[in-house]
């Protein structure tokens, strides 16, 4: 089993981090008036993501987090935990990929576009067009000095794991531009995700395996932390594995694996209760601990990404 007595160490370091407003019981805590904003977001082959963004009062020096909700699910199963994750002032977009949730292909779109079923053709175009997009907006307000796409976690839930790890892989293979002498300076093309919250991850998808993505993960040093009920323990001891989970040393854990015994999945799991030392939290409690480190207490600070060739 990959549950370890350092595990509970490792988020009670975590938890002291903590806003006190994500550690409040849900039942208590106060109500959020504050919304995301509806957005769309376009992709090149013409779907229209349907997308809510909650901005951070950091602006530019703020840590954002991209959330994709699993199958059959829109991103109303993420907008409560991305609005405690707001409060903590992070930058939050939650997001619908290709048919999900109110995601539309475009008018003159293929019939297999318009068929609910998700094929191997959609899972390659949430990888190839709809990823992409997402980093379009998140650029576009880094620009914009709205948040620091350096700074970057995706929360995943399900068969969107696949997505997530694999588009990270491919988010650090891009090259730097060539416009400076050194590659210290040149200018960054990707390699700006820093952590991943997998809950009940799976390891492949219709045409979509992870197994080519977690090399490349591990030598980029992205974090990950894996939730997951008993029926996703197999997939999920696979990617620990995989990322070199079991061969970490000291106190500073930069993959965590957390097993729940139960028959819950995906975004279900966040209120699920995990257990850190003497007592019960939910696990977007723990999340969000994982989160302050990954990517708040990071020396990833706010850079032009406009290439100097442009």
């Known amino acids: 089993m990959l549950r370890t007595v350092s595990l509970l160490t490792v988020v009670c370091v975590l938890m002291i981090n903590l806003n006190p407003v994500a550690a409040q019981n849900p039942a208590t805590a106060k109500k959020d008036d504050k919304k995301g904003e509806p957005k769309t977001l376009t992709t090149k082959d013409n779907w229209?993501?349907?997308?809510?963004?909650?901005?951070?009062?950091?602006?530019?020096?703020?840590?954002?987090?991209?959330?994709?909700?699993?199958?059959?699910?829109?991103?109303?199963?993420?907008?409560?935990?991305?609005?405690?994750?707001?409060?903590?002032?992070?930058?939050?977009?939650?997001?619908?990929?290709?048919?999900?949730?109110?995601s539309k292909p475009g008018a003159n779109a293929p019939p297999q576009a318009k068929n609910s079923m998700v094929t191997k053709l959609d899972f390659e175009g949430m990888l190839a067009f709809d990823m992409e997009a997402v980093k379009k907006f998140l650029y576009e307000e880094h620009?914009?000095?709205?948040?620091?796409?350096?700074?970057?976690?995706?929360?995943?839930?399900?068969?969107?794991?696949?997505?997530?790890?694999?588009?990270?892989?491919?988010?650090?293979?891009?090259?730097?531009?060539?416009?400076?002498?050194?590659?210290?300076?040149?200018?960054?093309?990707?390699?700006?995700?820093?952590?991943?919250?997998?809950?009940?991850?799976?390891?492949?998808?219709?045409?979509?395996?992870?197994?080519?993505a977690l090399p490349v993960l591990r030598v980029a040093g992205v974090g990950?932390?894996?939730?997951?009920?008993?029926?996703?323990?197999?997939?999920?001891?696979?990617?620990?594995?995989?990322?070199?989970?079991?061969?970490?040393?000291?106190?500073?854990?930069?993959y965590i694996s957390i097993p729940l015994e139960t028959k819950l999945k995906g975004t279900a799991l966040l209120d699920h209760p995990v257990k850190v030392g003497a007592q019960n939290v939910p696990a977007r409690v723990v999340i969000a601990g994982y989160l302050q480190k990954r990517i708040v207490e990071t020396d990833h600070e706010w850079r032009d990404r406009k290439s100097r060739l442009e």
Request: glycine share 6%; aromatic share 6%; net charge positive.
């Open 224 to 254: 990950a932390m894996l939730i997951y009920g008993n029926s996703d323990k197999k997939a999920a001891d696979s990617i620990y594995t995989g990322l070199g989970g079991l061969k970490q040393e000291g106190d500073d854990k930069k």
């Open 48 to 102: 229209s993501l349907a997308a809510t963004y909650f901005e951070s009062p950091k602006e530019k020096d703020a840590p954002v987090v991209v959330m994709l909700p699993g199958k059959g699910e829109s991103r109303v199963k993420f907008n409560a935990f991305a609005a405690e994750l707001n409060k903590q002032q992070f930058a939050v977009l939650t997001v619908d990929l290709r048919k999900q949730g109110e």
């Open 143 to 212: 620009q914009a000095k709205r948040l620091n796409m350096r700074r970057l976690a995706v929360i995943a839930a399900d068969q969107a794991t696949a997505i997530a790890l694999n588009y990270a892989a491919i988010d650090w293979a891009k090259e730097p531009f060539d416009d400076a002498p050194s590659v210290e300076k040149r200018t960054p093309r990707g390699q700006d995700i820093q952590a991943l919250v997998l809950l009940s991850p799976l390891e492949q998808l219709p045409g979509t395996a992870v197994n080519k």
